[in-house]
């Protein structure tokens, strides 16, 4: 049996000013489609093939946090430490010059350390806001699979959401998401953008 402690110390200054440092063990579990052993040949040369014998991933984390509260919003600004271990990550083996497999292997171990911060609250009545931002350093230990799967880089990513209430019960959400650059351990993935718009009407 495997437990998952979850634990948190607060201090109160006053109303507008608190601090908390958590300490949280969880599990993410390989998917289905993580370890299906079948081959998939749709993106020939590129091979696509799980590994049942994944092992699930467990992650340490810790977080010291700062929170001020003011009647136009909350700003919690925090850093983490985050220990992963049998870390789950995409495997590109050659077969020969062209032809490639891409499955999922467990590396031996990841470390996070960074900060974040987050700010919500109003502009105006009508328009309320989330801002979330990320910088962080990354090191990757894959000895276990291949010797040159060790490295350190650093990434950062940034998550925005407003949501406008309009007349006649319509909602509109905007929400804008951006990812930099993210070491893998063979190589780096590309920065990532992505923006979407929701409209909701409410009757009766």
């Known amino acids: 049996r495997t437990v998952y402690p979850t634990g948190a110390i607060s ?18 579990r390989p998917s289905f489609f993580n370890l299906l052993p079948f081959s998939d040949y749709s993106y020939y040369p590129n ?14 984390s ?39 497999i891409m499955t999922w292997m467990n590396y031996n171990r990841a470390t996070s ?11 105006l009545k009508w328009w309320g806001f989330n801002l979330y931002g990320q910088y962080y350093w990354h090191h990757v230990n894959g000895e276990n699979v291949e010797t040159s799967i060790t490295g350190d880089a650093r990434g950062w990513s940034f998550k925005m959401n407003n949501t406008l209430r309009l007349p006649y019960n319509f909602d509109v959400q905007l929400t804008a998401n951006y990812m930099g650059p993210r070491f893998t351990g063979q190589g780096t993935r590309q ?14």
């Open 113 to 123: 350390t960074g900060v974040e911060a987050t700010f919500s609250g109003r502009f």
């Open 47 to 60: 091979i696509r093939k799980g590994n049942p014998y994944l092992k699930p991933e467990y992650i340490h």
């Open 62 to 100: 810790f977080e010291l946090s700062y929170a001020y509260y003011a009647p136009w919003g909350t700003f919690i600004p925090s850093v983490f430490y985050k220990q992963v271990y049998d870390v789950i990550s995409r495997y590109r083996q050659n077969i020969n010059d062209t032809v490639f």
């Open 11 to 28: 201090y109160t200054f006053n109303k507008k000013n608190q601090v908390q440092l958590t300490y949280s063990k969880r599990v993410n």
């Open 191 to 204: 920065s990532f953008g992505m923006m979407s718009l929701g409209i909701r009407k409410s009757c009766l």
